[in-house]
């Protein structure tokens, strides 16, 4: 059976290492704090280990469209890469607890997990560390906050501004950007349940082929994200307005990244340069 051109397509993808340095050039450094602060907490020593998961789960997610859970390595949709280096963990994980059934696969980060989720001080104390990042960013970035309601359907303003400036074009409710190879980045809002926003950005992004529009990468929870750049759930938790128009950008730009990496002629670019 003939593979489906978005799954051939995205499984050229170049990975989260690339990927990651076009984001934070665009001054989007949070997630490798996020990423140091880990490393910090399992140990220099680890710091190899963890880039390698990192880049296994990147890849697993990406060419498996988002559907399964690379750390239970169960998928909805097979990869074309199976990692045998994630296999091996998995085979020797042995830190399994009834109360965290779905652990990761590096144990250090498991600690983490649990100690944020039993250790208020901790917890608390992580919280305040992002939360200063978050806001100095802001600063840094310029970010205008003028016509946040809070409601998810006053969104929309600001992903046309964020959207509109990276060249996507609307298509009455959504934003769209065709790439080579025939895929289509899509941003939409969420605005079902909660009126309100919660937590994080009602924002919905969709990626397909122009072959088979029906058959789509849907990316509506922050996890995904998280997989393709680990880090990256640290702009999801909002609690003010800055903290929103913040996570917005953020999301819009590192999809516009992930859609240009994809690009031919940024690939063969980056070739000549070097």
């Given at each position: ?69 690379p750390d239970q ?52 104390n992580e919280v ?147």
């Amino acid at each position: 059976m003939e593979e489906h051109p978005l799954l051939r397509t995205v499984a050229n993808w170049p990975g989260r290492g690339s990927t990651e340095l076009a984001f934070e050039a665009l001054g989007f450094t949070i997630l490798k704090a996020r990423q140091n602060r880990i490393i910090q907490f399992c140990g220099e020593q680890r710091s190899e280990l963890l880039n390698r998961y990192w880049d296994e789960i990147a890849l697993e997610t990406m060419q498996s469209l988002g559907q399964g859970d690379p750390d239970q390595r169960a998928f909805v949709i097979q990869p074309r890469y199976r990692s045998a280096f994630l296999d091996e963990l998995f085979a020797a994980r042995d830190f399994v607890e009834p109360q965290f059934p779905c652990p990761p696969l590096v144990k250090c980060l498991f600690d983490r997990f649990k100690k944020i989720y039993l250790d208020a001080e901790f917890r608390d104390n992580e919280v305040a560390f992002f939360s200063q990042l978050r806001k100095a960013e802001s600063d840094r970035l310029g970010i205008q906050t003028m016509g946040w309601s809070g409601r998810k359907r006053d969104v929309a303003p600001f992903i046309e501004k964020f959207c509109s400036a990276l060249a996507f074009e609307r298509h009455r409710n959504r934003w769209r950007k065709k790439v080579d190879g025939g895929l289509v980045f899509e941003v939409g809002v969420d605005l079902g349940g909660n009126p309100y926003c919660i937590g994080r950005p009602p924002l919905i992004f969709r990626i397909f082929h122009v072959d088979d529009p029906k058959y789509v990468f849907s990316i509506m929870h922050v996890a995904v994200f998280d997989r393709l750049v680990p880090g990256f759930d640290v702009y999801a938790h909002c609690r003010d307005a800055s903290d929103y128009v913040l996570a917005i950008r953020a999301y819009i730009e590192l999809f516009n990244v992930i859609a240009g990496s994809f690009s031919s002629r940024r690939i063969e670019g980056r070739r000549t340069k070097a």
